[in-house]
């Protein structure tokens, strides 16, 4: 769960999930799009399309920002909670 105080992002914002090939985010034709920042690259999110992440990818959504740390596998057992960290991006 991102909180958002400021309202800036929608109640289906986004979806990430997590399969044999890896993780993948998914917007949902949301308003304020997600963008994904790899390696200083700046990524917009195609609504409706699995877009591959990897791990200390950022996400922007909204006036949000979340850092994906990874897979359940690649945390080294730590769980999906421990998956995104969030802050915000002003």
Known sequence: MVRDE???LSKTHF?????????????HHS???????????????RPGE????????ALEMGDRIATFLGTEGQLGG?????AIGERGAG
């Open 6 to 8: 400021t309202l800036s």
């Open 15 to 27: 979806e990430i999930r997590v399969g044999p090939e890896g993780a993948v985010v998914i917007d």
């Open 31 to 45: 308003t304020n799009g997600v963008t994904i920042v790899r390696a200083g690259e700046r990524i917009d999110a």
């Open 50 to 57: 699995p877009m591959p992440l990897s791990a200390g990818d």
């Open 78 to 82: 730590r769980g999906e909670r421990d």
